[in-house]
């Protein structure tokens, strides 16, 4: 099964969302490598669920680190990350695998198992694995910081609400939990209210509603990324169309490119201070890769994420036993919209995908 991220840093994915536990092995990080508890923490609690307005499943979300870790550094060797899921409630599931639910992998797992996968609330299609890549992706700052290089990601759309670009917004520093701009993970003081009250009208409705998050990726040198397959864009795209949820990723001028003309489109290179960098790149807007690799520019990505499937209403699909169309409401704690709790599987998923051509090209791990 294809649950590894990473050639030279791997994250390796494991657990079911109302099983014993969720977490990553996590394989690469160089010896005495700082594992730092206040990151692990700030990034767990940015994807908790259980937080106003959305899922009401309440997880501890207690991070163990059992392998790899001596004295708060790592060893060189694997480091095993889980948590034990401490508010499952499987009977929520009870009508599968008899009437798979829409938009859901329950029917295309049972189908590839022969009906021996875990249907308990998607099982290891869950979102809940996301907490592997957040936890993982945590511990790779301290490399990146070192580097120089940075990676941020904040909701950028609820609907058609949309935030100013991450590039004008101050990016530096945790937000306040309790905050609206930090219970939705949104770095733009004043969309994030409309968005606020979107999402609740959303959710009063018994409805769901489409949203994306934002990255921004900055302080990478000319270079990085190994064409083809394992090129910065072919290779950040991979990892963040995995996200539960993802239905399209943008960089640079994104499905507009399509549109413009070549004298639009192009930047020129120019001198500067550090060396050469792309025309527009001091505000975000040069391309941030070509031909795979890096050009010092800031890389910009839109991750675009579907509504929620499931709906807390009526809704009509396939019986299997009956072999007829029948009602199926889905009862359970689910998001009305992901881009809030996915902005940090898209900040840690990046962390690890530009950590690993870091260490693939020679930039970071050679010490």
């Known amino acids: 099964m294809g649950m590894t991220l990473g050639e030279?840093?791997?994250?390796?994915?494991?657990?079911?969302?109302?099983?014993?536990?969720?977490?990553?092995?996590?394989?690469?990080?160089?010896?005495?490598?700082?594992?730092?508890?206040?990151?692990?923490?700030?990034?767990?609690?940015?994807?908790?669920?259980?937080?106003?307005?959305?899922?009401?499943?309440?997880?501890?979300?207690?991070?163990?680190?059992?392998?790899?870790v001596y004295q708060g550094k790592a060893t060189g060797w694997p480091i095993l990350m889980l948590t034990r899921n401490s508010d499952a409630r499987p009977s929520?599931?009870?009508?599968?695998?008899?009437?798979?639910?829409?938009?859901?992998?329950?029917?295309?797992e049972a189908v590839?198992?022969?009906?021996?996968?875990?249907p308990r609330g998607g099982g290891s299609?869950?979102?809940?694995?996301?907490?592997?890549?957040?936890?993982s992706g945590s511990q790779v700052k301290a490399l990146l910081d070192q580097a120089g290089w940075s990676c941020r990601a904040h909701l950028h759309?609820?609907?058609?609400?949309?935030?100013?670009?991450?590039?004008?917004?101050?990016?530096?520093?945790?937000?306040?939990?309790?905050?609206?701009?930090?219970r939705l993970?949104?770095?733009?003081?004043?969309?994030?209210?409309?968005?606020?009250?979107?999402?609740?009208?959303?959710?009063k409705n018994r409805d769901t509603i489409g949203s994306s998050v934002e990255l921004l990726i900055e302080g990478l040198p000319i270079g990085v990324g190994e064409p083809w397959f394992d090129g910065i864009e072919p290779a950040l795209?991979?990892?963040?169309?995995?996200?539960?949820?993802?239905?399209?990723?943008e960089f640079s001028s994104g499905v507009r490119a399509s549109i413009m003309r070549g004298t639009e489109h192009n930047d020129a290179w120019l001198p500067s201070d550090s060396g050469p960098i792309p025309e527009g790149a001091d505000e975000a807007q040069a391309d941030g890769a070509l031909g795979g690799r890096s050009t010092s520019a800031p890389i910009s990505a839109r991750v675009h994420f579907k509504p929620p499937s499931s709906l807390p209403q009526e809704q009509f699909t396939l019986h299997l036993p009956s072999n007829e169309?029948?009602?199926?409401?889905?009862?359970?704690?689910?998001?009305?919209v992901i881009g809030p709790r996915a902005a940090p599987v898209v900040e840690s998923v990046a962390m690890l995908v530009v950590t690993d051509l870091g260490m693939l090209g020679g930039y970071i791990g050679t010490d």
């Not at 508890?37 to 499943?57: H, T």
């Not at 590839?112 to 875990?118: A, I, L, V």
């Not at 609400?161 to 930090?182: H, Y």
């Not at 795209?237 to 990723?249: F, K």
């Open 8 to 68: 030279n840093l791997r994250v390796t994915l494991f657990g079911e969302s109302h099983g014993f536990c969720v977490g990553a092995l996590v394989e690469g990080i160089p010896a005495g490598t700082p594992i730092d508890e206040n990151e692990l923490n700030e990034a767990i609690i940015r994807r908790r669920p259980g937080r106003k307005g959305m899922s009401k499943r309440s997880e501890v979300d207690e991070c163990e680190i059992l392998s790899g």
């Open 125 to 135: 299609q869950s979102a809940r694995l996301t907490y592997g890549l957040v936890a």
């Open 92 to 108: 929520d599931y009870s009508f599968l695998p008899d009437q798979p639910r829409p938009g859901h992998a329950d029917m295309v």
């Open 237 to 249: 795209a991979r990892g963040l169309m995995a996200i539960p949820g993802a239905r399209a990723v």
């Open 325 to 336: 169309v029948q009602s199926l409401k889905v009862s359970g704690r689910h998001d009305p």
């Open 157 to 182: 759309s609820v609907g058609e609400v949309t935030a100013k670009p991450l590039f004008e917004l101050e990016r530096n520093g945790a937000l306040d939990p309790s905050s609206e701009m930090g």
């Open 185 to 203: 993970n949104c770095l733009d003081p004043e969309s994030v209210i409309e968005m606020s009250n979107l999402i609740e009208s959303v959710r």
């Open 112 to 118: 590839r198992s022969g009906g021996s996968n875990d």
